[in-house]
């Protein structure tokens, strides 16, 4: 057995040993060097209550050279790709070191799920809705939890006892119906308006600052 084989077995049988973290390893398929990591959503956060699965890849030369990891569950944070789950953290790149495990690298994914670093983004369209309006964010994350990681999606029990009907599309993309509405009332498709509405960043105090031409401009785009 070779040393990278006998290192991979010793961490999936010490995190299966470990009853306290709640992280979870498990082989992905028939290769011991393609795994599939797990780990509940951060107490406090939108994401509390979820469930988030990583796909991870052992590389030839680990543990010399950094895992790679990328989240197979959705998730709506300004870094990781809402596209591909794509993961910005240093220790995955020109931080990594000999002596992480791939526990304690999902626990840092974790961790990243409580402090997200906007300035420096793997998802930018995420990052300016985060930057321009926090709580607006907070409730399209906790949206994306409730329909992709399995969470009690808070917003949408407090919307369904107000009467509201929560649009899937829009909350998806982080709007607001009223806005959506209103653009498509001018003659546009749906799909369209969001799309526009999503790349100006059609939140929070930005509303006050683009105008009804500019939105039209980039829906005759």
């Known amino acids: ?58 590389p030839e030369s680990y543990p010399f050279q950094p895992v790679k990891m990328k989240f197979i569950t959705k998730v709506y944070h300004p870094n990781v790709s809402s596209a591909s789950g794509a993961i910005c953290l240093d220790i995955l790149k020109d931080a990594w070191s000999p002596v992480l495990t791939l526990k304690s690298t999902l626990i840092s994914l974790q961790s990243l799920l409580c402090s997200p670093e906007p300035n420096d983004p793997q998802d930018a369209e995420v990052a300016k809705h985060y930057m321009t309006s926090k709580a607006s964010f907070e409730d399209t994350a906790t949206y994306w939890t409730h329909i992709y990681a399995g969470g009690p999606g808070a917003k949408e029990k407090k919307d369904k006892a107000a009467g509201k009907v929560t649009d899937d599309e829009v909350a998806i993309a982080g709007l607001e119906r009223a806005h959506v509405d209103r653009f498509e009332t001018l003659g546009f498709q749906r799909g369209k308006v969001i799309d526009a509405l999503r790349r100006l960043n059609y939140r929070g105090p930005n509303v006050t600052q683009i105008s009804d031409d500019r939105v039209v401009e980039e829906l005759l785009k």
């Open 1 to 58: 057995m070779d040393a990278r084989l006998r290192r991979v077995n010793k961490e999936i049988t010490d995190c299966k040993n470990d009853k306290t973290s709640q992280i979870k390893i498990d082989l992905f398929d028939e290769s011991p060097f393609h795994l599939k990591g797990s780990f509940p959503g951060p107490e406090g956060t939108p994401y509390e209550g979820g469930l988030f699965e990583v796909d991870i890849v052992i």
